[in-house]
């Protein structure tokens, strides 16, 4: 059986890949970046799903799957689903991909074998500690949900 959401579940590993508590999370994105919204994570069989909550009323969000992949951690989020893409010019999903992509160096942003946006973050599993984990789903979370805002303005993920 799956585990609820917790804000105060603490999880240090789980399928070769390397986490920590959401309290500790939520306190370093808190001394980091002033950020005050809210992380939780669950669980699952092959991953770990990690819901961030973003600004005061916690009504933007946005779900990251963490998985291990061979020797590397891989985090990814949903941009936008395949209806939302079809409707991009070219033009348009060139911008939010490509040109994004340059811009931004953590984060990546593709369009995926189902044809949906998909924002990913790579890390080797044998360096990454505490900072770099924190650091990597954080950044693809308000990378993703920036991008979803800038297709649609409906928060879905």
Not at 23 to 45: A, C, E, V
Not at 63 to 74: E, F, H, M, P
């Amino acid at each position: 059986s799956e585990k609820p959401y917790s804000s105060k579940q603490d999880i240090y590993s789980h399928n070769d890949i390397p986490t920590f508590s959401d309290d500790d999370i939520n306190q370093y994105l808190w001394g980091k970046f002033h950020w005050n919204g809210s992380l939780s994570t669950r669980k699952r069989r092959d991953s770990i799903e990690m819901l961030f909550r973003f600004n005061d009323d916690k009504t933007r969000k946005h779900l990251i799957q963490v998985t291990a992949q061979g020797s590397y951690c891989l985090f990814e989020s949903m941009g936008a689903e395949k209806d939302n893409v079809k409707k991009l010019t070219a033009e348009r999903l060139l911008n939010l991909t490509w040109l994004r992509n340059r811009n931004i160096d953590l984060v990546e942003f593709i369009v995926d074998a189902n044809d949906c946006l998909t924002g990913r973050t790579l890390h080797p599993l044998s360096s990454m500690g505490f900072e770099e984990f924190a650091f990597s789903a954080y950044m693809l979370a308000v990378e993703s949900d920036r991008l979803e805002y800038l297709i649609k303005e409906p928060d879905e993920y």
